[in-house]
Structures are given as C-alpha cells and as structure tokens.
C-alpha cells in the first residue's frame, strides 16, 4: 500500500498547491500519509461523480458526503461535463465539496478535480475547438499552446486541477472508433501537438495551470502488438518526450493489453519503461473501469 499511496499523495499536494515536489512537500506527505488509516489511503484511490453529493436543488447533502466519503475522495470524475451547468455554479459547487472535505474529514485533504478537455471544457458557454486530428492538420503548435492556456485558465476558475488529456495514441488503425482523439498516424507530430498541449494547460506552474495526463499508454491506437522497435521509437515517443520536456504530470495506462498483458498490470511498461527508463515519478492513473 505504501508504494501506491505515497506517490499518489505527492504528485495530489502538487497538483493541489502548485509546488513541485520539492523535499519539503515529501517530507509533508510522509508526514500526512503516516497519520492515514488504511481507510483514508484507499479512499485516496478512488473516484466518484461530484454530482452524486448535491440535491436536487443544488445544495451539499451532508448526510450523503458522510455516507460515501467519510475518509475522503482522491478524485472527482468530469465535474463539468455531467450536466450543463454554468462555470460559476460548477466552482461554487467545486468549493461546497473541497470545503466539506477540509473541515470534516480525518486529515483535510482536499480532492482533485479532473475533467476531459481535448477539445476545450465541455459546459456552458466555454469555448470548444477542433478535436486533435483537426489540431494535427494545422501543424501549427504554437496555436495548439494557445488554445490549452485558455481552456486551463477557464477549467482551474471552476476549481478544475487534473486535466485527462492530451491523448497521444499513435493510430495506425483507420478502425480506430476514437481516431478523432488522436493527432493521428505519426508519432513526431503527435509528440510536437502533445508537448504544445502540455505546455500550454500547465503553464509551467501548477498555481495557475492544469495538471496533463498522457493517455492512453501504451499503443491504444493499434500498437499493442507492434515490434518492440516500433513500440519504443515511435509509439512511446509522444509520451515520453511530454514527460521529459514538458513534466506532464499523469500517466492514463489503457484498457488493452500489450504483448498479451493488461497495461494497468504490465510491470515492463509500467515500472521497465515508464519509471525506470523514463524517470517519471508522477501519478499512473488507471482509465475508467480498467
């Protein structure tokens, strides 16, 4: 528990604060996570739709927040896009549940707050632009930047910290039914757009930006029975060059397998590749479901 709890806490009090694990934040965690009953360290693991805590009128149910998260909540999923609302309600909603989370719980500890936003944040009267294929087709990562400094600024005002993009899948599979999503069939470009996404929704300081998730590793797109050459020069490089350049700070292993092995239990691309190969100490979190 320890190996999966102490990292997940460190890269939350980054996203949350802002800071970079610097020592004293570690030392912060460590401190916090040693006062955690086991609860509160799976409870930390886990998510739920923010809508679930909030009546038919809007307000906090406190009696539901006792009910399911007496111990805290590690994330809340798509806080925006359940229903359209608009962005002043979802941050007076937003800061409802960090607040009843600080004040009544064991230890505090505020959720994040994660969202999809490859296109923009999916609610009211927030800009939505073109998905990534048609991103791809600009070969333009300057304007790619842009778009994502603006959708970071607006989604971090509605207490939004986690963003689950950009999505790098390599797709070389015109079956693909989530292609759209993707910057396309080559890995160099999908790394150039990526990285300029990154860049633009973390703004190089987490106090004003959004954490970025790299998804889906690893080969989602039709590499997961590629050639270990292929794999590691093309299909890998949009992930890693967002971590090494960029210091994206989430992982998203996918749904399928690689070489016959479920990514979110294969220790090769997992710990081989991603931890040890790459240096990424951020946040592995699973897709929904997997």
């Given at each position: ?128 632009y073109p998905q990534q294929i048609g991103q791809a ?154």
């Amino acid at each position: 528990m320890k190996n999966l709890g102490v990292p997940a806490l460190s890269c939350m009090a980054a996203l949350i604060t802002g800071c970079n694990t610097a020592p004293n934040v570690e030392q912060q965690v460590d401190e916090l996570y040693n006062k955690m009953s086991n609860e509160e360290r799976i409870a930390q693991l886990r998510s739920m739709y923010m809508d679930e805590l909030f009546d038919e009128q809007g307000k906090l149910d406190t009696a539901k927040c006792k009910e399911l998260i007496p111990y805290g909540i590690g994330h809340f999923s798509q806080f925006a896009m359940q229903k359209p609302r608009d962005p002043n309600e979802l941050r007076d909603r937003a800061a409802a549940v960090q607040d009843w989370l600080i004040h009544n719980t064991p230890n505090g500890i505020p959720a994040l707050l994660h969202e999809e936003v490859l296109s923009g944040v999916n609610t009211l009267g927030a800009t939505i632009y073109p998905q990534q294929i048609g991103q791809a087709g600009s070969f333009n990562p300057q304007l790619a930047e842009l778009k994502t400094l603006q959708t970071s600024t607006l989604m971090r005002k509605m207490g939004g910290v986690l963003a689950l993009s950009p999505m790098v899948d390599v797709c070389r599979t015109p079956s693909f039914n989530r292609l759209e999503e993707s910057y396309g069939e080559d890995g160099y470009l999908s790394a150039v757009m990526g990285t300029a996404f990154v860049r633009g929704l973390q703004q190089g300081d987490l106090k004003k930006g959004v954490g970025a998730c790299s998804k889906h590793y690893l080969g989602y797109g039709g590499g997961g029975d590629a050639e270990e050459k292929e794999l590691m020069e093309e299909i890998l490089l949009p992930h890693e060059t967002m971590i090494r350049l960029t210091g994206s700070k989430a992982v998203m292993p996918g749904y399928h397998a690689v070489h016959d092995i479920k990514c979110v239990a294969n220790s090769e691309i997992l710990i081989d590749i991603l931890r040890n190969y790459i240096g990424f100490d951020g946040m592995v979190v699973s897709d929904y479901t997997a």
